[in-house]
Structures are given as C-alpha cells and as structure tokens.
C-alpha cells in the first residue's frame, strides 16, 4: 500500500512539474554569406501552431558585431502588416529591437516574416536573440494581450563570401575581348 501511494505521488509530481511545454512557434534568423555591401538577413517563422490559431504580437531584441555590420537600416519585404513594424534605430551601439501587434488580425506565418537590412563591411557577425522568451527582450505574443507563446528562437550569422578568383577575372575579360575581336573582324570581312 505505502508503495502505491509513493508511486501516485512521485507520478503526479512529474507529471505537474516535470512536464516543459514544447514550444509551438519558431522564429529563425538566416545563416548567410555575402560579400560586403547592404545585405538582407531573411528571418523565417513558423505560427502555424499557435495556440488559439494566431500570434497577435512580436518583439524581438537581436545584437550584432557593429564593426562587421555598421549600420542596421531596419526590416525589409515584411510579410505581414507592413508599417507597422517599429525598430528604433541606434538605441545601442549593437543592438536593435522590433516589435510589431495586431490583436484585431493574428498571424498563422509559416515562411519567410522580413529581411533584416544592414550595411557589411565584412566579416563575421553572429545575429543573436537577448533573453528569449522573456518579457520585453525576445518574446511572441499569443491573440490577446496577455497571453505569451513559448517559441523556440534560432539565432544566425553573416559570414563573408571569398572573393572571385583572379583566374576566373582574368577568363571571362579574355572570352568578351575574343569575341569581341571576332565580332569587329566579321563585321570587317562583309
């Protein structure tokens, strides 16, 4: 009898602490290789299972290397309610935040949210979420106001691409003066 009653508690205990709920939406910031220049950083999402069938709010705190990328010039081809996207600029010397909400119209957004927009220099800069899942840092906001959804946040990075050979250079200006040597010396011989 004592061993059922343990077993019973020690089953209820992990069933009421020991349980995480899983998170249910995904905001993942793009890998990419560029050279420099300005350069768009997709950030993808995945609201389709929200709980309640939408996300009404997001705020997303992202730092960077501002010696890599010198100025962030905001969110670009934003895919749902565009102008209302908010992202002081220059609140930090390396980060930046945006939020956006739109209780009256939840978004189920499973791709591609915006492209965030910087100038590159080159190099390397991870792009990181601040404190996920936590208010006023990084967090998404369910259909009403205080609601929060537990989202899994998956920071990337901007790497610098090689630069083109010098061999490859050096082939394709010898292939346009060829042909552009055969096509005077056609137009010569009619």
Known sequence: MKKQ??????LTFLLAFGVKADPVVTVTIDDVVKQPGTVLVPVFVDFSDAPGGGVGSIELTITFDNDVLTEFIGPQNEAIAPGD???????????????????????????????????????????????????????????????????????????????????????????????????????RNR
Do not use: C
């Open 5 to 10: 009653i343990f077993i019973t508690i020690a």
């Open 85 to 187: 996207w908010v992202h002081p600029k220059g609140d930090v010397g390396n980060e930046f935040k945006i939020n956006w909400s739109d209780y009256d119209n939840p978004s189920t957004l499973d791709g591609k949210l915006f492209d965030l927009e910087f100038e590159y220099a080159g190099g390397y800069s991870p792009l990181t979420f601040v404190d996920k899942n936590i208010a006023g840092e990084s967090e998404i906001g369910g259909e009403s106001d205080a609601e929060v959804v537990t989202a899994t946040f998956n920071d990337g990075s901007i790497t610098q691409a090689p630069p083109i050979p010098i061999a490859l250079w050096s082939m394709l200006i010898g292939f346009g003066l060829i042909s552009l040597f055969t096509l005077k010396r056609s137009a």
